[in-house]
């Protein structure tokens, strides 16, 4: 399975730099069946999909594959952007065709390797739940049939693992929210939904990097800023990071939030 | 005080250049120009290299004072600009004095066009671009659109790009030399300008006359989970661009369409051009400002080749989508490249050209 190394400093702090620090290192192995599908995404961008794989195990071989091209790109590629079970590639068609570059992908996935390591990182997120800045862990709870309380302790009980950013800059889909908590997204999306707020929406729970519109059930916030032009690489999770919510109480929030500032 | 004043900020004024490329991972998508090629058209014909941020203008346009003499080029969707209620025309260099205001009017056809001045407009780049990027609150101006009262920079001129113009304002008539001498208070436009011979589909009708924009697609994955109704229907019928649509997605009402089954999709890539098509039926094709992951299944991509063409449909515009292979597209979007450099080549030799004259 997995083998983790982490490095906690002596005094826990959450600090965006603190957090970045700490890393794992797993192990995925290739799956025996593993079918790649690749198909054209427009005429100048291609589409390598991961077929028939439950969601954590796809996510874990889009990061392979996606190590592996990255460290060695094709000079015809513009960029590549990894997805729950996908990864798409840009490419110049003023130099390859769509036919080479599928063949050249198709030459590579031959020679992936049977098991590869991969560096993450484990973020450990504080959160404020309920009351003002998560309105909606009410309504989870009583959706779920359980108290506040247990919703809490579910939700930040569990270990996430980044299955992609997308949606708004810096959006973590996180993968591994326990069915219990499952719940649909609210029928109408507010129109603004703050910065730092913790979502549930279906099988997936999330954090909003920045105020957008958004549609999912808001169980509480985080002072951590995940999403930030100043720095580099700009986001703070990457696809295939863990994330652990800690509860925090509404003072630390502020505490967190002006030390922030 | 120097730069550009807003006085009336238009529809939907924002700046824009290429976009922020690489950055599709941390979920931004790469944004830019709506019409990538009238963009890079009116940066050319001030000197500029091509990717200067230029001013991209919304259905209607703004009203601006020049607070400093400059170059400028515009391109796109004729919303029928003037100075001094003389029209100023389109694809030339047009030299236009400090004080002069330029009045743009609603769109007559199209939908979008671009105003590029000499040096471009100085704005901070952030996350490698330049461009008003909404969902991140992105650049200089937050990322909105210009409101009244802001005032533009407009970056000092590179050396190159002022040798070509001090050798187009050797060739300008005889009145601009002496009428710069005295500050004149009009505009003078070089007499020559390109006329787009390549697949400038700009709809050439207002809005509410019926003429239809042809615009091509290659299938995208969902295409043959259409039932077979729909499948005619995406290639038939006329769809129209309904108002809602913005720098986001193009979105299109026709006889709506369906799949022979529920379609069930984890969120994937999408790119700029991918045809999406939600439960309502009626399906969104992405523009530059899209997400970068959707969960809606791709029944389409628009090829490359009339993103620009598709940018400037307005709303009430008539559009058919025809269907070609990924090599035609491909050879289709090769053909128009080699074409649009040619007419940067023009443009750069018209310069020397100009210039060579004189002595």
Same mark, same amino acid.
């Given at each position: 399975?997995?083998?983790?190394?982490?490095?906690?400093?002596?005094?826990?702090?959450?600090?965006?730099?603190?957090?970045?620090?700490?890393?794992?290192?797993?192990?995925?192995?290739?799956?025996?069946?593993?079918?790649?599908?690749?198909?054209?995404?427009?005429?100048?961008?291609?589409?390598?999909?991961?077929?028939?794989?439950?969601?954590?195990?796809?996510?874990?071989?889009?990061?392979?594959?996606?190590?592996?091209?990255?460290?060695?790109?094709?000079?015809?590629?513009?960029?590549?952007?990894?997805?729950?079970?996908? &990864?798409?590639?840009?490419?110049?068609?003023?130099?390859?065709?769509? +036919?080479?570059?599928?063949?050249?992908?198709?030459?590579?996935?031959?020679?992936?390797?049977? +098991?590869?390591? &991969?560096?993450?990182?484990?973020?450990?997120?504080?959160?404020?739940?309920?009351?003002?800045?998560?309105?909606?862990?009410?309504?989870?709870?009583?959706? +779920?049939?359980?108290?506040?309380?247990?919703?809490?302790? &579910?939700?930040?009980?569990?270990?996430?693992?980044?299955?992609?950013?997308?949606?708004?800059?810096?959006?973590?889909?996180?993968?591994?929210?326990?069915?219990?908590?499952?719940?649909?997204?609210?029928?109408?999306?507010?129109?603004?939904?703050? +910065?730092?707020?913790?979502?549930?929406?279906?099988?997936?729970?999330?954090?909003?990097?920045?105020?957008?519109?958004?549609?999912?059930?808001?169980?509480?916030?985080?002072?951590?800023?995940?999403?930030?032009?100043?720095?580099?690489?700009?986001?703070?999770?990457?696809?295939?990071?863990?994330?652990?919510?800690?509860?925090?109480?509404?003072?630390?929030?502020?505490?967190?939030?002006?030390?922030?500032? | 005080?120097?730069?550009?004043?807003?006085?009336?900020?238009?529809?939907?004024?924002?700046?824009?250049?290429?976009?922020?490329?690489?950055?599709?991972?941390?979920?931004?998508?790469?944004?830019?120009?709506?019409?990538?090629?009238?963009?890079?058209?009116?940066?050319?014909?001030?000197?500029?290299?091509?990717?200067?941020?230029?001013?991209?203008? /919304?259905?209607?346009?703004?009203?601006?004072?020049?607070?400093?003499?400059?170059?400028?080029?515009?391109?796109?969707?004729?919303?029928?600009?003037?100075?001094?209620?003389?029209?100023?025309?389109?694809?030339?260099?047009?030299?236009?004095?400090?004080?002069?205001?330029?009045?743009?009017?609603?769109?007559?056809?199209?939908?979008?066009?671009?105003?590029?001045?000499?040096?471009?407009? *100085?704005?901070?780049?952030?996350?490698?671009?330049?461009?008003?990027?909404?969902?991140?609150?992105?650049?200089?101006?937050?990322?909105?659109?210009?409101?009244?009262?802001?005032?533009?920079?407009?970056?000092?001129?590179?050396?190159?790009?002022?040798?070509?113009?001090?050798?187009?304002?050797?060739?300008?008539?005889?009145?601009?030399?002496?009428?710069?001498?005295?500050?004149?208070?009009?505009?003078?436009?070089?007499?020559?300008?390109?006329?787009?011979?390549?697949?400038?589909?700009?709809?050439?009708?207002?809005?509410?006359?019926?003429?239809?924009?042809?615009?091509?697609?290659?299938?995208?994955?969902?295409?043959?989970?259409?039932?077979?109704?729909?499948?005619?229907?995406?290639? $038939?019928?006329?769809?129209?661009?309904?108002?809602?649509?913005?720098?986001?997605?193009?979105?299109?009402?026709?006889?709506?369409?369906?799949?022979?089954?529920?379609?069930?999709?984890?969120?994937?890539?999408? *790119?700029?051009?991918?045809?999406?098509?939600?439960?309502?039926? @009626?399906?969104?094709?992405?523009?530059?400002?899209?997400? /970068? /992951?959707?969960?809606?299944?791709?029944?389409?991509?628009?090829?490359?080749?009339?993103?620009?063409?598709?940018?400037?449909?307005?709303?009430?515009?008539?559009?058919?989508?025809?269907?070609?292979?990924? $090599?035609?597209?491909?050879?289709?979007?090769?053909?128009?490249?080699? $074409?649009?450099?040619?007419? $940067?080549?023009?443009?750069?030799?018209?310069?020397?050209? @100009?210039?060579?004259?004189?002595?």
């Amino acid at each position: 399975m997995r083998s983790y190394t982490i490095f906690l400093p002596a005094k826990f702090r959450f600090g965006y730099n603190e957090i970045r620090n700490i890393s794992e290192i797993w192990v995925n192995k290739l799956a025996e069946q593993m079918e790649w599908k690749i198909e054209p995404l427009g005429d100048r961008a291609i589409l390598i999909r991961v077929e028939r794989m439950p969601e954590p195990s796809a996510v874990a071989h889009v990061r392979m594959l996606y190590d592996q091209l990255q460290t060695d790109p094709e000079a015809e590629w513009l960029e590549l952007v990894p997805a729950l079970a996908a &990864i798409a590639i840009y490419y110049d068609p003023l130099v390859v065709s769509y +036919a080479e570059c599928r063949d050249k992908l198709y030459a590579r996935l031959q020679k992936l390797p049977q +098991a590869a390591a &991969i560096r993450g990182a484990i973020r450990r997120i504080p959160v404020c739940y309920g009351g003002n800045y998560g309105p909606d862990l009410d309504h989870v709870a009583e959706q +779920a049939q359980l108290s506040a309380e247990e919703v809490v302790r &579910i939700h930040s009980d569990t270990e996430y693992r980044v299955g992609m950013i997308g949606f708004v800059p810096g959006f973590p889909y996180l993968m591994g929210l326990p069915q219990a908590l499952a719940i649909p997204r609210r029928d109408v999306p507010r129109l603004s939904v703050p +910065a730092g707020s913790v979502g549930i929406g279906g099988n997936h729970t999330g954090i909003y990097p920045n105020s957008v519109p958004g549609g999912w059930q808001i169980v509480g916030r985080t002072p951590v800023r995940l999403f930030r032009t100043e720095e580099e690489p700009p986001c703070l999770l990457m696809p295939g990071d863990l994330v652990k919510f800690v509860p925090i109480r509404c003072e630390e929030f502020v505490r967190m939030e002006r030390e922030a500032q | 005080m120097s730069g550009m004043y807003v006085s009336k900020p238009g529809l939907w004024t924002t700046v824009q250049d290429k976009g922020r490329w690489g950055l599709q991972k941390y979920g931004i998508s790469p944004g830019g120009a709506a019409d990538i090629r009238s963009f890079q058209l009116a940066n050319w014909l001030v000197g500029n290299e091509g990717s200067e941020p230029a001013l991209e203008l /919304t259905l209607r346009g703004p009203q601006l004072v020049f607070q400093q003499d400059v170059w400028i080029a515009i391109s796109g969707a004729d919303m029928m600009p003037t100075i001094d209620g003389k029209p100023v025309p389109y694809y030339c260099p047009v030299f236009v004095p400090g004080g002069a205001e330029l009045i743009f009017g609603p769109a007559r056809s199209g939908c979008r066009t671009y105003l590029a001045v000499a040096g471009g407009f *100085a704005v901070p780049r952030v996350l490698g671009g330049h461009g008003a990027y909404p969902a991140a609150g992105l650049t200089g101006l937050a990322g909105r659109a210009v409101i009244a009262g802001d005032t533009l920079t407009i970056a000092a001129l590179p050396n190159r790009s002022s040798a070509m113009l001090r050798s187009l304002a050797v060739q300008m008539p005889s009145q601009l030399q002496t009428e710069v001498e005295t500050e004149p208070k009009t505009f003078v436009a070089a007499k020559w300008s390109v006329r787009p011979s390549i697949r400038f589909d700009i709809p050439i009708k207002s809005p509410t006359d019926e003429c239809e924009l042809v615009i091509r697609i290659v299938s995208g994955n969902a295409f043959d989970h259409l039932t077979a109704e729909s499948q005619s229907r995406l290639l $038939e019928q006329h769809f129209r661009v309904l108002p809602q649509s913005n720098r986001m997605g193009c979105r299109l009402q026709g006889l709506s369409l369906a799949f022979k089954e529920p379609q069930e999709q984890v969120s994937e890539p999408v *790119a700029v051009g991918t045809i999406q098509l939600p439960r309502s039926g @009626d399906p969104i094709a992405l523009l530059a400002d899209r997400q /970068t /992951t959707g969960g809606y299944p791709c029944i389409a991509h628009i090829i490359s080749a009339d993103l620009p063409s598709l940018a400037q449909a307005a709303p009430g515009n008539r559009i058919r989508f025809k269907k070609v292979s990924i $090599e035609v597209a491909q050879q289709i979007y090769r053909d128009q490249q080699k $074409e649009l450099h040619q007419m $940067e080549r023009f443009i750069r030799l018209k310069y020397e050209i @100009d210039s060579s004259d004189k002595h």
